[in-house]
């Protein structure tokens, strides 16, 4: 029995060979780089401890270096389960929820089918090519102009027009011999009601042609050119070779880009993919005329396990990216997620890069906030919560989203983070006229009016100096640095670079890349801090221990954090909450950041040693035996108050 190349072509878009070979390696996670599909591992086919086996999961394609087997997703399977060609179609088909061809003398007729009518969109999309460039199109080459795009760009997405005609299409092609039947199949025709010949159904519109993952014609989009056009974009229908529901425009070149020209964006129309992917950002993909199906979803994290939504800032975004978010909330797990930016005034990718430039563009993508974000702003945003009844109702409704999550260590994580921010939004020290909900600040270089631990720019810059020789680390500690707030503001720009850059770089290149994309000589001076030179890590070529150290200085940071922001709330809370309580925070604060110390060198040479043995600084323990005593003061003089 032969497989439909069409039923091969789908269930390798729907399996991802990563997650297959995945059940049988480990991936080393100093080599690869999930963003890009590109996975490494030791052979399971010959015994060996180095990384020779390569994954690349866009081109759905490994091969190892040492005993040179190589194949697809199907390969693998065959190979590794001992199965032939046929059962190990069955069986990804079963994981993938296809239902494998029957018996059927009549599949190789349907397939031809299928191949006639990619021939006859592929015919259409010449002529409609044609009719652009004739004197008919110079109205539609006008308004193209003034969007921006200039003669090589339309040839490079293959734009056509359809004249403003009944039969112009359907004249030409039959007129090559064509049937009507293949064009009414290929949705070029419309039966006409009164039993005359089919006409055309796109005329007097401008013609963006879709191609699949192959970069074969399969549909079109048509925008109208006559602004009293009821339908401003008209997409052809469902087809035997085009399904709206499983087809995204604009996916065969982004797959290529993804990764490597940045972070794959999903837009909302062609003319937004085609902007962005003419300013710089080639990744861009759009739904055609429907909203993101599970379908697209699989697509998406096929191609990057965390697409950006970038949608326009008005309600109507809005709306589409909840809807995208409750979509997505049973699908997500760990690698498989996605970030959301609304365009600011609401505006679209192609009003903004117009009228900003593709800095900016890039800005609003870093930007993008994670789907806890708008979930929480959605539940909260423009409600009071001025009684424990609403609290609980809230809490009972993001309880209830949250419970749609399937995959359990995501749940507890949105958990986390919803209490978080309910914990930011009912602080009691919040004033009355400020318990409207609003979006909580991204977390940014941080100010603190208690100041700055003694040694915590010394400790961020030994963090940055060691991502910058390891940027494998980067992937490694990503968590971490999601948690980090960096004192510093130029750390914190040094560290946005290198979190968007390291992917792409290995140490040689990066901190030339940082360098060039921050445009100052923050990195040179950062890098020219004596302290570094001591630091073993940086010294030699020891990824393990360059590892050991960087989680040693991220907790000292992390704790010292903790710390920061208790005193912070403390020196606040001094009149109100002058109590045990607040001492016992500040001590179980303070011993955080001791236990993070023990048993590494200190950097200072002016310490004392408690009774536990612990070493600590003398200015921070003189700093905070002196807040104490004000703590002291301010209980006393509450006391003398209320007596």
């Known amino acids: 029995m032969s497989l439909p190349p069409t039923f091969l072509d789908e269930l390798r878009d729907r399996v991802s060979l990563s997650a297959v070979v995945g059940r049988k390696v480990i991936w080393d996670a100093r080599k690869s780089n999930q963003g890009r599909g590109d996975m490494w591992a030791p052979c399971p086919f010959h015994q060996e401890k180095t990384a020779s086996f390569h994954v690349d999961d866009r081109k759905g394609f490994y091969y190892c270096f040492g005993c040179h087997q190589k194949g697809s997703v199907f390969d693998f399977v065959m190979a590794t389960e001992n199965l032939g060609f046929m059962e190990a179609v069955a069986r990804l088909a079963a994981e ?3 239902t494998m061809p029957q018996r059927d003398p009549r599949a190789a007729e349907r397939e031809d089918k299928a191949s006639r009518l990619i021939d006859v969109t592929e015919a259409a999309a010449r002529w409609f ?77 401008l013609i963006f042609p879709i ?10 989009g048509g925008r109208a050119l006559d602004p009293a056009d009821n339908a401003k974009y008209l997409n052809s229908p469902q087809t035997p070779i085009f399904d709206k529901g499983r087809t995204l425009y604009n996916v065969g070149p982004a797959r290529a880009a993804a990764g490597r020209e940045g972070p794959l964006i999903v837009a909302e129309g062609y003319m937004d993919v085609i902007a962005l992917s003419e300013a710089g950002f080639p990744a861009t993909v759009a739904p055609l005329g429907t909203a993101i199906t599970p379908d697209h979803l699989a697509m998406l994290w096929r191609i990057h396990p965390e697409p950006v939504l970038a949608l326009d800032g008005d309600r109507a975004g809005r709306q589409a990216a909840l809807r995208t978010i409750d979509l997505a909330l049973p699908l997500i ?7 959301i930016c609304l ?33 929480w702003r ?12 609403r609290r609980a109702a809230l809490e009972r409704r993001l309880n209830d989203i949250v419970g749609r999550i399937r995959d359990g260590s995501i749940r507890r994580h949105y958990q986390t983070a919803l209490r978080e921010l309910s914990w930011q939004h009912f602080n009691p020290r919040r004033t009355k006229a400020s318990q409207r909900a609003a979006p909580p600040p991204p977390i940014v270089a941080r100010q603190s009016g208690a100041g700055a631990l003694p040694d915590t720019t010394l400790r961020e810059s030994v963090v940055l100096a060691l991502l910058l020789r390891y940027p494998a680390l980067c992937i490694r500690f990503a968590a971490e640095m999601e948690r980090m707030e960096f004192l510093d503001a130029a750390h914190a720009r040094i560290a946005a670079a290198i979190r968007r850059l390291a992917p792409d770089c290995d140490s040689a290149m990066l901190a030339d890349r940082v360098a060039h994309e921050l445009g100052d000589d923050s990195l040179e001076k950062m890098l020219s801090l004596r302290h570094l030179g001591v630091v073993p890590a940086l010294k030699g ?20 954090r903790g710390l920061l922001r208790e005193i912070d709330e403390a020196m606040e809370d001094f009149d109100a909450l002058a109590d045990e309580a607040l001492t016992w925070r500040l001590r179980q604060a303070v011993d955080a950041m001791e236990r993070s110390r023990r048993g590494q060198v200190e950097d200072r040479t002016e310490f004392d040693v408690a009774p536990n043995g612990v070493r600590i600084s003398r200015d921070e323990r003189s700093a905070f035996d002196g807040l104490l005593d004000r703590i002291g003061a301010a209980r006393s003089s509450v006391r003398d108050r209320r007596t």
């Open 96 to 98: 993938a929820g296809m």
């Open 129 to 205: 090519r044609l009719q652009l460039a004739s004197a008919a199109g110079r109205p539609a080459r006008d308004y193209l102009a003034r969007r921006g795009l200039d003669k090589a760009a339309q040839a490079r997405w293959g734009l056509g027009l359809a004249p403003d005609g009944w039969r112009g299409l359907c004249d030409h092609l039959t007129g090559q011999g064509i049937d009507d039947r293949l064009l009414l199949e290929a949705g070029l025709a419309r039966k006409s009601q009164n039993g005359g010949a089919p006409y055309d159904v796109f005329r007097n519109r």
């Open 211 to 220: 191609r699949d993952g192959r970069d074969r014609t399969i549909a079109f």
């Open 333 to 339: 797990e760990a690698g498989r997620s996605l970030r």
């Open 343 to 375: 365009l600011p005034g609401g505006q679209d990718p192609d009003d903004l890069l117009k009228s900003a430039g593709r800095d900016a563009m890039r800005e609003v993508l870093a930007g993008a906030e994670p789907p806890v974000a708008l979930i």
């Open 378 to 389: 959605r539940e909260t945003e423009g409600r009071v919560f001025d009684s424990p009844e």
């Open 541 to 560: 070529n020891d990824p393990d221990l360059a590892a050991e150290c960087l989680a040693d200085e991220i907790g000292k940071l992390i704790a010292g």
